[in-house]
């Protein structure tokens, strides 16, 4: 599915999709809601989940924490509809527009992953720096669609 990468020239501005994964096989994704423009979560696709990706139209990324595959929405129901892809000029780095079924992309219950501001200039006097929420209430009760299962998340 992917092109063979051979030059800067065919990277940069051809029309052929030759990512670039890091060294561990990945490619970071910003994944922004379709309509407003929001961020939503940041997260790496390996070769296939960037394979399907582009062949559902719903967002597919590979978990580091439980180093697998990950269909987003696949036990919540949150699915992402992919209504845009695009790839960044040295094809090493992805963006999708999404539309959110239950609107909410975050498993701890916010609509948003970047639900909040880490406080700069003046305002990070603090130590340890004291986040603002950006986002006061939750879309959902993760316990209630994930269980009492543990966060796979590392710390």
Known sequence: MFARRVSV???EEGDEL???FDSDGLIPVVTTDADTGDVLMH?????????QTI???EAVYWSRSRECLWHKGATSGL????VEMRIDDDQDAVWL???VEGDASCHVGYRSCFY???PVGEGAAATPVK?????????????????????PTRL
């Open 9 to 11: 020239a065919q990277v």
């Open 18 to 20: 030759a990512p670039r």
């Open 43 to 51: 997260a790496y696709m390996n070769a296939e989940a960037l394979e």
């Open 55 to 57: 062949r559902r139209g």
């Open 79 to 82: 699915i992402q509809k992919v």
């Open 97 to 99: 527009r999404v539309r």
């Open 116 to 118: 909040r501001a880490v």
């Open 131 to 151: 986040l603002a929420f950006r986002e006061e209430s939750k879309v959902f009760d993760p316990a209630e669609v994930y269980g009492d299962a543990p966060n």
